[in-house]
């Protein structure tokens, strides 16, 4: 189990420090950096990205909600919930990247509930509005972030649910975010721009502007292989009142 484990995390370590092309559309980047990891995607990442389940258990729906999750990847968010929830909503799954939509399909065949749909998050659409939408460390590998959080506003019924949690960095503390030093923010946003992601304070600006009414909690999490290093990530639900 340990060396499966190590030979799994190789594979997605070996991607990351290849980084993401620079060349090519956005789509065309996600597919040749992910498609060599895809398999791997969820054990490694589990370890890396924190905050997802803590996001989802603050979440209170209606019966028989409608559930979107943009920036998908596998589907692996999905199973947060529980198996009642998850029996009792519908849920569209919205990404860019093939390789990883595959998984997701493969993850949710045999669930009529769970639809899995191939398109840019700033330009999906539909007839129907829901009662949350969920954005898990997507916003960041988003160029176009601000219409991805326009358009989640939009899809949204009023009263709905924006949930995000990302990495993010901060310059002067206030309530409830927590700030970094210049030089923790210049390393993590270089860390992590060699593989696509933006780090900075840019996408949870735009969500306390898009979503004034909204709570928020910043926290740290230890990465795999990095020993101390703890990355700046944040949690945020906002509410659609208008």
Not at 172 to 199: K, L, M, N, Y
Request: proline letters at 5%; glycine letters at 6%.
């Amino acid at each position: 189990m340990q060396l499966e484990r190590f030979s799994s995390d190789l594979a997605v370590i070996g991607r990351l420090l290849r980084g993401m092309s620079r060349s090519g559309s956005h789509q065309e980047r996600l597919e040749q950096f992910y498609r060599p990891q895809a398999e791997h995607y969820d054990r490694f990442r589990e370890r890396l990205l924190g905050g997802r389940q803590e996001l989802i258990d603050a979440i209170t729906l209606p019966n028989q909600a409608r559930v979107l999750e943009l920036g998908a990847g596998t589907g692996a968010n999905l199973t947060r919930f529980s198996a009642d929830r998850i029996a009792a909503s519908h849920f569209v799954l919205v990404d860019l990247c093939p390789a990883l939509l595959a998984v997701a399909r493969r993850r949710w065949q045999g669930h009529p509930n769970v639809t899995v749909v191939e398109a840019d998050a700033a330009q999906f659409d539909s007839e129907a509005r829901f009662d949350l939408v969920v954005m898990s460390y997507a916003l960041s590998m988003m160029p176009s972030y601000q219409a991805v959080i326009a358009n989640a506003h939009r899809l949204l019924r009023n009263g709905g649910i924006l949930a995000a949690v990302d990495f993010y960095t901060w310059t002067e503390p206030r309530s409830s975010i927590q700030a970094q030093a210049s030089t923790e923010r210049w390393f993590w946003s270089t860390w992590f721009r060699h593989d696509g992601v933006t780090v900075d304070a840019s996408r949870l600006q735009a969500l306390i502007q898009q979503f004034p009414s909204h709570r928020l909690v910043t926290a740290r999490q230890p990465l795999p292989w990095l020993g101390p290093f703890r990355v700046p990530y944040f949690r945020f639900l906002g509410i659609k009142t208008r």
